[in-house]
């Protein structure tokens, strides 16, 4: 056995655990909200990640399938959006997208200082919670849908 395969399956096991906390934050967030707007089962939730960002889609919905199971938020359907990676060069200020998921020098000047400008996102955007019914009363509460969430 070579160091070099213990470390891999260490760093895939600390991703992993990684991926794991932050379900839990999501699930947290989605219940607080879920609560304020009145209790109602969460549907869906769209989350928004950036390319540069280390979070695996599949990983999370994993997790997720796993800890929603008996809160508000057990069967929400998870919603990915990816934002692409955009860059400008420190040097000359040209704007530009990765090459194949890769960094890279500036293409127009050849130059390796950039700012990254998007990319790098992961927050919760919005989510949906269904409408109560209380059948005793005959009451229909409708909570707000699409609550935005910030980071």
């Not at 989510?127 to 019914?133: G, P, Q, Y």
Request: glycine letters at 12%; a negative charge; charged letters at 20%.
């Amino acid at each position: 056995m070579t160091k070099g395969r213990g470390l891999a399956a260490n760093e895939c096991y600390t991703d992993t655990m990684h991926e794991l906390a932050v379900t839990g934050q999501i699930l947290e967030l989605a219940e607080r909200h879920a609560t304020a707007a009145g209790g109602g089962q969460v549907t869906d939730l769209y989350l928004v990640i950036g390319e540069l960002s280390t979070f695996i889609d599949d990983s999370i919905q994993f997790y997720w399938d796993i800890i929603s199971r008996g809160t508000l938020c057990e069967g929400a359907r998870l919603h990915f959006t990816r934002v692409p990676a955009r860059l400008r060069c420190q040097h000359c200020g040209c704007e530009y997208g990765l090459d194949q998921g890769e960094l890279m020098v500036c293409p127009g000047c050849g130059h390796g200082r950039v700012t990254i400008l998007t990319g790098q996102e992961f927050r919760v955007e919005s989510l949906e919670v269904a409408e109560i019914r209380d059948w005793r009363l005959g009451i229909r509460q409708s909570p707000t849908s699409n609550l935005q969430s910030h980071q």
